[in-house]
């Protein structure tokens, strides 16, 4: 019987050992499988907390970026480019003055025309004047002259001078488009400098137009008038120089002393004969 008790026994310890391993086991692998969790989780939060510094590091840097380049970039595009099209376009359309030698275009129109072959006048020493000026419709037109080059600088001056004081002017074209024939340019009652012309009546003496130093002003208002000549003929109705009309030059104007303040003398002014329509250099 003690063997068969011994026996039973160790039989019993023997399931309780290993039931023992066995629960052992089981703990001893549950808290290895906890701080495996854990450990996994700790890098994974780390890596998010990482992640979201950076992040938020980095955000907070490139919006600064951003606002800084935002507001640069949109004034610098849209602000400037309005108001200097506006303006510009606006000077364009209404004012030009200027002045440049006289280029094959223009020399195409002038030669044979209201300049000839000769020797004493180059079409190098000339220039092509642009300007704008009042109209008799009281608006503002772009006339052409072609005067000396020398005194190109002064003629937009002198014209400048004349449309701030809103002179009229009713046309302002080459001589070339009336065949360079003086008369039909006076009818028409054509503002006119350079042609290569002598002086009416005088044969062999070179008019101060032929230098491009002689600028004729509304001819019609402003008539040549000697003894019974009055040239262009519709300039007899403003031989009263007392009665005022418009773009006449009375020698108290804007236009006698936008002229004469520059050293030019006026035809107004002349003893036996009077040109009121011309000034010279
Ligand atoms: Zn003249």
Redesign the pocket.
């Known amino acids: 019987m003690k063997k068969v008790i011994i026996l039973c026994t160790l039989f019993v310890s023997m399931l309780l050992l290993t039931m023992c391993q066995k629960d052992v086991g089981t703990i001893v692998e549950t808290p290895i499988a906890v701080p495996m969790e854990k450990k996994s989780e700790q890098p994974a939060k780390e890596a998010i907390e990482k992640t979201i510094e950076e992040p938020t590091g980095k955000p907070a840097e490139t919006p600064v970026a951003k606002v800084i380049e935002k507001p640069i970039q949109k004034p610098a595009v849209k602000a400037p480019q309005e108001p200097i099209q506006k303006p510009a376009a606006k000077e364009v359309l209404s004012q030009s003055f200027e002045y440049h030698p006289i280029d094959k275009e223009i020399e195409k129109i002038i030669n044979g025309v209201s300049w000839k072959q000769n020797n004493t006048v180059k079409i190098d020493d000339l220039c092509y004047v642009k300007v704008t000026y009042w109209g008799f419709d009281d608006k503002p037109h772009i006339g052409e002259l072609i005067v000396s080059k020398d005194i190109g600088k002064e003629v937009i001056e002198i014209f400048k001078e004349l449309y701030a004081a809103k002179f009229p002017i009713e046309k302002m074209k080459l001589i070339d488009e009336y065949d360079a024939v003086d008369s039909k340019s006076m009818e028409d009652n054509n503002t006119s400098a350079f042609c290569y012309r002598e002086v009416d009546g005088k044969p062999g003496k070179l008019?101060?137009?032929s230098y491009g130093i002689?600028i004729?002003i509304n001819p019609v208002q402003n008539p040549y008038v000697y003894k019974d000549k009055v040239s262009p003929e519709s300039g007899r109705a403003y031989l009263n120089r007392e009665k005022l009309a418009k773009g006449m030059i009375t020698g108290k104007d804007a236009c006698y002393k936008a002229f004469t303040s520059r050293g030019w003398s006026w035809?107004g002014n002349w003893k036996y004969e009077k040109?009121y329509?011309?000034f010279q250099k």
């Open positions: 008019s101060k137009h002689a004729d035809g040109d329509q011309h």
